[in-house]
């Protein structure tokens, strides 16, 4: 059974707007009011954009932050007498991700929390008792301990605190080459993290968002799951509620209706359960065979006190321990698919995905370790003017079955094309652009136009 846990969060009013007070006024009388007029034109009337005509973009008053609170407690009134009926499955929360990084900036959000709490609680209906979600500045953790100012005069029962966590996030946003994590101080980092909201909150908290990019493209299978093994589990051990966040391109497939890697699915759901995952050494879930080699490479486990029940294929047939695959006990732990089993899945020229192998475990999810074999990826040669070229820029490769990883861009003499102070993360992430930089989409390797803009910019051949 899955229950559904709905939070509504205020970010743009819409649907139901108050009727604005109208004064009736003759043709006139309208007309007597507009002279004399100025016609701020070729702006608003200006298509595709107001800078149709070259003229610059138009901004408006500087905020007036009354007025906006105002607004505020009128969205929030509408919105909770509007639902105040609905049942205890629905919370409120005040703000998605308020901006600020200041004192005076969370001074202005707590006011704005208590505001919040003030017209929930007195739109009657179900809103007295219905469980409300308070955030931090940023839903930033650190924000959220270091500002926040706990209401009074509200029972503790009916009201939560809460923080997103997409940290590190080099990792989960595949920046700067980072596409590995799982080490022990990798996993400390949260712990000591998660140990910090606790230790500042005795009522609920609410991890509103966390989750990287895909995992499996963006940054290694087996790194994501770690990932989000550790996390999850991190979050329960502290009594925190975590709430994955996928934005619709990385996780679950909405047209297909699937999961696109079923086992990060899994491995939430185990975690969140209390059950024991078995997780990759080193972030690796692939059995990588190079198209010249015939013994395929292990596949380390960490089996975190379960036991390897068994290989299977995808659609369930167990493999032979022995005549399929060995298993490895030095010195580290896994298994090590035969040579006759991988030649059993094919013609050894067939480059790409030739099968998957399912590990078993004791307890937790299924891995689903894809078997690939690549031989060197061919990225044609040449030179791309951008002299007068910045919109996107599509390069046709030839990936041989092979990923990719990450993309370095460096002029002359090496020297970086951006973010020079890579230099000191070393290999593999020093001079590495980011994901939001580059893409890939069947073969095209994607160079975006905002990195074509700043090649341009640089002055210089980029490699």
């Known amino acids: 059974m899955v229950s559904l846990l709905v939070i509504l969060a205020a970010a743009l009013a819409s649907g139901h707007n108050a009727l604005a007070a109208f004064t009736p ?121 270091q500002w926040f100012v706990p209401p009074s005069n509200y029972s503790s029962d009916k009201w939560t605190v809460q923080f997103h966590y997409y940290s590190p996030w080099d990792f989960t946003s595949n920046s700067w080459g980072k596409t590995f994590w799982g080490s022990d101080a990798d996993k400390a980092t949260v712990d000591s993290e998660f140990a910090q909201v606790r230790g500042n909150f005795s009522v609920p908290i609410l991890i509103g968002e966390y989750g990287t990019s895909s995992v499996g493209s963006a940054i290694e299978k087996a ?81 975190n006190g379960n036991t390897l029940k068994g290989i299977y294929t995808p659609t369930g047939t167990a493999l032979t321990i022995g005549t399929d695959y060995t298993v490895i006990t030095s010195p580290l732990t896994g298994f090590s698919l035969t040579p006759s089993y991988i030649a059993s899945l094919g013609s050894s020229s067939t480059l790409g995905e030739i099968g998957r192998a399912i590990v078993r475990s004791s307890s937790g999810a299924d891995l689903e370790i894809d078997i690939r074999r690549y031989s060197r990826p061919v990225i044609p040669g040449g030179t791309i003017s951008v002299s007068g070229n910045t919109n996107d820029y599509y390069i046709n490769f030839t990936p041989n079955g092979a990923k990719l990883a990450t993309v370095k861009a460096t002029g002359p003499s090496g020297e970086f094309v951006k973010d020079d102070w890579t230099q000191w993360l070393g290999e593999p992430q020093a001079g590495r652009i980011n994901w939001g930089d580059y893409g890939v989409y069947e073969n095209q390797l994607i160079i975006y136009s905002a990195l074509m803009t700043t090649i341009k910019n640089f002055g210089k051949p980029v490699t």
Do not use: C
């Open 25 to 145: 006024l003759s043709a006139k009388e309208t007309f007597a009011r507009m002279s004399p007029g100025w016609n701020l034109g070729n702006t608003l009337d200006a298509l595709p954009t107001e800078g149709g005509w070259n003229n610059p973009h138009m901004s408006g008053s500087k905020s007036d932050l009354d007025a906006r609170k105002a607004k505020f407690e009128k969205l929030w009134t509408q919105v909770a007498t509007l639902l105040k009926d609905k049942n205890e499955r629905l919370l409120f929360e005040s703000l998605n991700e308020p901006v600020g990084s200041t004192q005076a900036d969370a001074n202005v959000l707590n006011d704005l929390n208590l505001r919040f709490l003030n017209i929930v609680r007195n739109t009657g209906g179900n809103n007295p008792q219905r469980v409300l979600s308070l955030p931090g500045l940023n839903d930033n953790a650190q924000y959220l301990t």
């Open 223 to 303: 790194a994501g799951w770690a990932w989000y093994d550790h996390v999850v589990r991190t979050a329960i051990k502290y009594t925190m509620v975590p709430q994955w966040w996928d934005n619709g391109n990385d996780f679950y497939d909405r047209t297909a209706a699937k999961w696109r890697d079923v086992t990060t699915k899994n491995i939430v759901i185990a975690a969140a359960a209390g059950q024991i995952n078995t997780i990759p050494y080193n972030g690796n879930g692939t059995i990588w065979l190079k198209s010249d080699i015939t013994t395929p490479p292990a596949i380390y486990l960490q089996y």
